[in-house]
């Protein structure tokens, strides 16, 4: 008995060998998927990890918990990254250094957050604690995201990443800049990021939430686990929020791309871990979106997507995940989101004053 696959008869046997294989390469990329997402959404949950609360807490109140938390996890992610590709990992793919996109779209991508409220990744995790808005927020940002993918902004997003720098025709890392071995740069940051870490002042942690110390070391490993979880998937993107929101929204719409992809499986996770984490710690609740300030989400959302698509990656995807590869693009991007947030609390703060 045999059965026709693309025009072809195959024995039975073989027919369905091939079709477990199949169901069974779709099982793990959805299980990997699914468990790096529960764990990342638990942890920035239960850490209350947000770019934009560390920016607003340091700038506004001179409060720096959030913002170690982020560094600490960046430190985690750098060393795990680096002990991954000793042998774990055959290959993490290093971001190309598109200086203007990422300088440009990086500082929009800022503003946007703080005008939306929340970050890429905190806005997922809100989603999964009960917060409306971050609905409003997300929406926003897949159709800033899709716009600038696939959509009317497409050309400008094109032009400007066409600004490209590299080292030897390969992409630019700060090591290659420096011309120093990775380690020798690794042990340099841990050195003076570390006594930064230590030597500020200690901050008690919000009510019912992580230390940042905690918060720091779990984000970091889970990020180290996303890169190696999404290898199981097929190739490496460890956890991302960017182009993967937007095609959430084209998936849907127009069937872009044409399957479910590992990143998009992704969210579904964090927002199940962080409705797991709201749930045992007594957060979850329902929490309407205040009258006229769904427009302004909205609009913060989608300044995010539209920036983070030009910038090859939101706060996460550059400033966590590739970041962790010392990609000289994916730190200038971060850089020039921490300095669009900073900017905009400034202006919106001091205009109140």
């Given at each position: 008995?045999?059965?026709?696959?693309?025009?072809?008869?195959?024995?039975?046997?073989?027919?369905?060998?091939?079709?477990?294989?199949?169901e069974a390469s779709v099982l793990v990329t959805t299980g990997s998927a699914l468990l790096a997402g529960l764990l990342f959404g638990y942890c920035a949950q239960r850490g209350g990890f947000c770019l934009t609360r560390?920016?607003?807490?340091?700038?506004?109140?001179?409060?720096?918990?959030?913002?170690?938390?982020?560094?600490?996890?960046?430190?985690?992610?750098?060393?795990?990254?680096?002990?991954?590709?000793?042998?774990?990992?055959?290959?993490?793919?290093?971001?190309?250094?598109?200086?203007?996109?990422?300088?440009?779209?990086?500082?929009?991508?800022?503003?946007?957050?703080?005008?939306?409220?929340?970050?890429?990744?905190?806005?997922?995790?809100?989603?999964?604690?009960?917060?409306?808005?971050?609905?409003?927020?997300?929406?926003?940002?897949?159709?800033?995201?899709?716009?600038?993918?696939?959509?009317?902004?497409?050309?400008?997003?094109?032009?400007?990443?066409?600004?490209?720098?590299?080292?030897?025709?390969?992409?630019?890392?700060?090591?290659?800049?420096?011309?120093?071995?990775?380690?020798?740069?690794?042990?340099?940051?841990?050195?003076?990021?570390?006594?930064?870490?230590?030597?500020?002042?200690?901050?008690?942690?919000?009510?019912?939430?992580?230390?940042?110390?905690?918060?720091?070391?779990?984000?970091?490993?889970?990020?180290?686990?996303?890169?190696?979880?999404?290898?199981?998937?097929?190739?490496?993107?460890?956890?991302?929020?960017?182009?993967?929101?937007?095609?959430?929204?084209?998936?849907?719409?127009?069937?872009?791309?044409?399957?479910?992809?590992?990143?998009?499986?992704?969210?579904?996770?964090?927002?199940?871990?962080?409705?797991?984490?709201?749930?045992?710690?007594?957060?979850?609740?329902?929490?309407?979106?205040?009258?006229?300030?769904?427009?302004?989400?909205?609009?913060?959302?989608?300044?995010?997507?539209?920036?983070?698509?030009?910038?090859?990656?939101?706060?996460?995807?550059?400033?966590?995940?590739?970041?962790?590869?010392?990609?000289?693009?994916?730190?200038?991007?971060?850089?020039?989101?921490?300095?669009?947030?900073?900017?905009?609390?400034?202006?919106?703060?001091?205009?109140?004053?």
């Amino acid at each position: 008995m045999s059965i026709r696959s693309g025009g072809q008869r195959l024995p039975w046997r073989g027919a369905t060998a091939k079709i477990a294989a199949v169901e069974a390469s779709v099982l793990v990329t959805t299980g990997s998927a699914l468990l790096a997402g529960l764990l990342f959404g638990y942890c920035a949950q239960r850490g209350g990890f947000c770019l934009t609360r560390a920016l607003s807490n340091w700038v506004l109140m001179g409060d720096t918990a959030i913002l170690r938390a982020y560094v600490l996890a960046l430190l985690v992610a750098v060393i795990g990254v680096h002990v991954l590709e000793l042998g774990l990992v055959e290959s993490i793919p290093i971001r190309p250094f598109r200086w203007l996109a990422n300088v440009t779209g990086g500082f929009v991508f800022g503003v946007g957050m703080i005008l939306g409220g929340g970050c890429a990744g905190s806005s997922w995790y809100r989603l999964g604690e009960g917060a409306l808005g971050a609905w409003v927020v997300l929406a926003g940002f897949a159709m800033g995201a899709s716009a600038t993918s696939v959509g009317v902004l497409q050309p400008l997003r094109t032009t400007l990443q066409t600004f490209e720098y590299a080292i030897d025709d390969q992409a630019a890392t700060l090591y290659g800049v420096l011309g120093a071995p990775p380690w020798a740069v690794i042990g340099v940051l841990v050195v003076a990021l570390g006594v930064w870490l230590v030597r500020n002042r200690p901050e008690e942690a919000a009510h019912g939430k992580w230390r940042w110390p905690v918060t720091g070391a779990a984000v970091g490993v889970v990020i180290v686990l996303g890169w190696y979880l999404s290898t199981l998937g097929g190739s490496p993107t460890g956890i991302t929020f960017a182009a993967n929101t937007g095609h959430l929204l084209t998936y849907a719409l127009v069937g872009y791309p044409n399957r479910a992809t590992w990143g998009m499986v992704l969210l579904v996770g964090v927002a199940g871990g962080a409705a797991l984490a709201a749930w045992r710690a007594g957060d979850f609740a329902w929490r309407p979106v205040p009258g006229f300030s769904s427009v302004k989400l909205f609009a913060g959302g989608l300044i995010m997507g539209t920036g983070a698509l030009v910038a090859d990656g939101c706060n996460i995807t550059q400033g966590l995940t590739n970041s962790a590869t010392l990609a000289l693009g994916s730190l200038t991007a971060f850089a020039a989101m921490l300095a669009g947030g900073w900017v905009t609390l400034r202006v919106l703060f001091s205009s109140r004053g």
